[in-house]
Structure formats: structure tokens, C-alpha cells
């Protein structure tokens, strides 16, 4: 299984980036899908998740809510995180991850988001 995370970058606060995470090995359409986040010194905390299917069910933590948005296109593999109105504090290394539903989790290396002031 791999997940490959890419799209991250240095950006100044209010700019936007587009993560793209590439899945292959998995059925893609089966699994929930999900970004986190860790900061440096922080824990790993999940940003945003989509559920299985074509219409999954998506969910925002209150940080990000009206400012980033999960997508998925199953044709693809792929998942993507629109991030608008970025911050300072959204600086950190983005992980996709994939969840089947028999309950196996996957993860990916992550790519480095920098927001600058």
C-alpha cells in the first residue's frame, strides 16, 4: 500500500495550497479517507476526513472549518485538501491516511507546509 502525499509548499498567510494524495494497493473507494497534521512539537491531529464512497460523508475539525475542504475522485486514487485563508499556525507536515473498513489504517510520509507571517 502506498500514499503518496504532495502539493506542499511555502506560502504567506492568506494564500492557498492544494494537497494531492495518490493511493495505490488499496481499493480506493472502499476506504474513509483523512488528512492530519503535526506541527513541529505537537501531536499528529486529524484536520479533515471523507468517507467511502462517491458521496462520502466529510468532516472538518472547528481550526479548519470554512477554510479547507476534503475531496476525493475514486476514478483517480486520489484525495485532495483545498487550503484557503492559510495561517501561520497551519504550518506542519500533512499526512493522508486510509481506513478500510475491516479496520486496517494506512498512512503516508507527508508533505511540509510552511506558512510564513
Known amino acids: 500500500v502506498q500514499l503518496q502525499a504532495s502539493g506542499g509548499g511555502l506560502v504567506q498567510a492568506g494564500g492557498s495550497l492544494r494537497l494531492s494524495c495518490a493511493a495505490s494497493?488499496?481499493?480506493?473507494?472502499?476506504?474513509?479517507m483523512g488528512w492530519y497534521r503535526q506541527a513541529p512539537g505537537k501531536q499528529r491531529e486529524l484536520v479533515a476526513g471523507i468517507g467511502r464512497g462517491e458521496r462520502g460523508e466529510t468532516h472538518y475539525e472547528d481550526f479548519v472549518k470554512g477554510r479547507f475542504t476534503i475531496s476525493r475522485d475514486n476514478a483517480k486514487n486520489t484525495v485532495y485538501l483545498q487550503m484557503n485563508s492559510l495561517k501561520p499556525e497551519d504550518t506542519g507536515t500533512y499526512y493522508c491516511?486510509?481506513?478500510?473498513?475491516?479496520?486496517?489504517?494506512?498512512w503516508g510520509r507527508g508533505t511540509l507546509v510552511t506558512v510564513s507571517s
Open positions: 491516511a486510509a481506513s478500510s473498513p475491516r479496520g486496517d489504517d494506512y
Open positions: 494497493g488499496i481499493i480506493f473507494r472502499l476506504n474513509d
